[in-house]
């Protein structure tokens, strides 16, 4: 992944965070920089950085490096996998942590010398393969705060010091003695040894961390998978010839073949051949569009059919697929509202804990206990608190569900959009472009006794082929015309296949038959628009010409009312039209005959209402009110005007899509309340259990990796989302 470019605004790749903490701790040292908004994102383990004229991009890194982690601007290519490394400790801790656990669960199998075979194999462990947590709590003391890793390596460090004291000045290394196993702690014995614990716990942890990392890199897959949707080379046709280069040097202009089951390299325009385009992989609609010469065509996108000539557009960062890929990569590095409670817990959480475990200790004492059992029961309450499934239960969500919603054409613009679905009870639809088609198009025939339908529209089309007219592109069908006249306001004329044909309004003929001039008056009363045809002094018939309704916005307004919405027509045509097509979806709210201005108004009074507006629209009359409503939702076919005032970007032209969109996003924001639940409701269960001694380190530290694995994994199941 490139870094932004774009000047006081960067993205630094962060490394050395092993927890939440570190995230926020970054993200504090950042912004006590003047002038400077930083955005860490534990999840994507980057920095979204803005940042004045007098701050230099070193100067953000030294300051990250000063805080003790690393940073870089991400260079293309950068793939490795962060789950390796932990994967070797994991191998190392499990092989060497199996035979302690065994033998100290297993009285039986404790053989002379037992307890100092543990300490050799309970040493590697505690040293290198637990060296990440350790490393990480010197690096946060000396620069005087603590993180989750803190409690892991005071706790394990504890549990590894005591014993070895137990069994060199203690009574433990005594050959032949024999330790019972206990799920709880043991109050009596002075002389017990915990090295189980400390492997076991060590074993847990890089366990949870490496398949916390396997999942998060699972969950970023969207993304990845979205940035190498585009073709690697591509053919260019220069003087005549035909010329392979990468497609990276494509430049503004340049004309290129596709050929049948190849990439479109980049956006551009047809100019030969004819086609069906896969939009599949950006839009997630499974039916091929035709295109022909004229017609704009995206890149990555996939030729279905025959051989292309196209002139390229946009290239570089400016293709649709590049404006994508950035839209749900500020998304992920975002923070939701519910995630910042959740950074401020974290925050303090740590702190708490170690005054918890000091507590437990010396109430242990107090109580009576052992030494050992006050030690025990302190590093069971460091272990369990541990809330990394905390720092987890926003990122991970806000990654799966930011990145499906882009494999389904959904863009959600930033983690803020969630909280805002959830509120929204009434949704605002514009007319044309969104819930109909924006083309005109022919909705209806009646003929005179005795005409042919097909010679009636194939002299009409032919005739209005050579007019420029929107009504007449919705009529025009190829054919040979000679004397073409343009009755400006009226209609046409014209000779086709030695007829003299006319085509317009009814003022262009003497008188209409009674049965066309009804046609007429009740396609008008539908607000449509009459065509009259006819020849050699003749009428023929009376084709009605509309503006069509999309064939899936009446499910698309069901589906709205079954997500609890109450939707609203919003136009600026007359209100018979408006009120037919809210009859053919199903809407009973209309508001017609609205100025572009007006729209904003209309939804500023739903707002004065009480409601919580969402607004569907895909001009640039439409930017306003996108922004001014409490969700906007633009349609991707429509203006990059009204693209950049929203808040949702649907890819696909089908208003379906914003049923998805608003179902994703209340999942998403589902799923990570979900996962703050369980998370909180962990620690709040299992810290009574630790103080009161009735959890073994190692039970706890089994509990608290499984724990973070739990909330990832939930997030995952965004990933079925259909």
Not at 106 to 129: H, K
Not at 294 to 317: E, I, P, Y
Not at 354 to 370: K, P, Q
Not at 469 to 493: D, M, S
């Amino acid at each position: 992944m490139t870094a932004t470019t774009e000047q006081g605004r960067l993205e630094l790749a962060i490394g050395g965070m092993t927890c939440a903490s570190c995230a926020m701790r970054v993200e504090k040292k950042l912004n006590k920089l003047d002038g400077v908004s930083a955005t860490v994102n534990y999840a994507t383990e980057k920095a979204n950085v803005t940042f004045p004229a007098g701050v230099t991009p070193q100067t953000l890194i030294e300051t990250v490096e000063a805080a003790g982690y690393t940073a870089a601007l991400p260079q293309p290519g950068q793939g490795d996998d962060p789950s390796r490394p932990l994967r070797d400790r994991l191998i190392v801790s499990a092989v060497l942590a199996v035979p302690v656990i065994v033998l100290a669960m297993v009285p039986g199998w404790q053989f002379d010398y037992w307890q100092w075979v543990s300490l050799a194999l309970a040493t590697p462990v505690i040293t290198w393969a637990a060296w990440p947590f350790h490393k990480a709590t010197w690096t946060n003391l000396s620069h005087g705060t603590v993180t989750m890793d803190t409690l892991i390596s005071v706790g394990t460090l504890a549990a590894f010091v005591w014993s070895l004291y137990a069994l060199v000045f203690g009574d433990a290394g005594v050959i032949g003695t024999r330790h019972p196993f206990e799920l709880t702690i043991e109050r009596s014995t002075g002389d017990a040894i915990y090295f189980e614990v400390t492997v076991g716990v060590i074993a847990f942890l890089v366990a949870g961390r490496y398949f916390e990392a396997r999942s998060k890199r699972r969950a970023g897959a969207a993304l990845r998978a979205l940035l190498e949707l585009s073709a690697k080379d591509v053919t260019v046709l220069r003087d005549g010839a035909e010329v392979r280069i990468p497609a990276g040097e494509l430049a503004t202009g340049d004309r290129f073949l596709v050929r049948p089951g190849e990439k479109i390299a980049t956006d551009g325009v047809v100019e030969e051949g004819a086609s069906a385009v896969d939009v599949s992989m950006l839009t997630g609609e499974s039916v091929p569009v035709e295109v022909g010469p004229g017609d704009q065509v995206v890149g990555a996108t996939v030729n279905a059919g025959g051989r292309l000539v196209v002139r390229a557009t946009r290239v570089g960062a400016d293709t649709q697929l590049a404006q994508m890929a950035k839209l749900v990569e500020d998304a992920q590095a975002g923070k939701a509202q519910v995630q910042r409670l959740a950074d401020r817990v974290a925050g303090l959480f740590v702190p708490l804990v170690l005054m918890l475990s000091l507590t437990t200790l010396v109430g242990w004492l107090i109580a009576g206990g052992t030494p050992s059992a006050a030690i025990t029961a302190a590093v069971a309450v460091l272990i369990i608190a541990c809330p990394c499934a905390l720092g987890l239960a926003t990122p991970t969500a806000l990654l799966v569900g930011t990145g499906r919603g882009a494999q389904l054409g959904i863009l959600i613009k930033g983690p803020e959009v969630l909280e805002s679905t959830r509120r929204i009870d009434t949704i605002v639809l514009d007319k044309t472009g969104t819930v109909t088609t924006g083309r005109m198009a022919l909705a209806g025939v009646t003929l005179a006794p005795g005409e042919d339908r097909a010679e009636v529209l194939l002299l009409a089309g032919a005739l209005e082929n050579a007019s420029e007219h929107p009504i007449a592109k919705a009529l025009a069908v190829p054919g040979e015309v000679t004397q073409f006249t343009n009755l400006e306001g009226f209609g046409v004329r014209g000779r086709v296949d030695g007829h003299a044909v006319t085509v317009g309004k009814a003022e262009l003929f003497d008188e209409l038959p009674r049965e066309l001039a009804e046609a007429k008056a009740a396609a008008e009363k539908l607000g449509r628009t009459a065509v009259v045809v006819g020849w050699d002094g003749r009428v023929r018939a009376v084709l009605e010409v509309a503006d069509t309704v999309k064939p899936t916005s009446a499910e698309a307004v069901r589906r709205f009312v079954a997500l609890g919405l109450k939707p609203v027509l919003l136009t600026g045509d007359n209100e018979t039209v408006a009120r037919q097509v809210a009859r053919e979806v199903g809407i009973d709210d209309v508001v017609a005959e609205v100025l572009p201005a007006g729209k904003v108004d209309v939804v500023k009074r739903l707002q004065d209402e009480g409601r919580r507006v969402a607004m569907v629209g895909d001009g640039v009359n439409d930017a306003a009110a996108l922004a001014q409503a409490d969700l906007g939702l633009a349609m991707g076919t429509g203006t990059d005007v009204a693209i950049e005032a929203s808040d949702l970007t649907l890819v696909r032209g089908d208003l379906r899509a914003a049923a998805d969109a608003i179902r994703l996003s209340r999942r998403t924001l589902g799923t990570i309340k979900g996962n703050l639940f369980w998370a909180f409701a962990y620690n709040i269960a299992a810290l009574p259990l630790a103080e009161a001694g009735l959890l073994n380190p190692m039970i706890a530290g089994a509990a608290m990796a499984f724990s973070s694995v739990f909330v990832v994994s939930n997030s995952l199941r965004l990933r079925r989302f259909r």
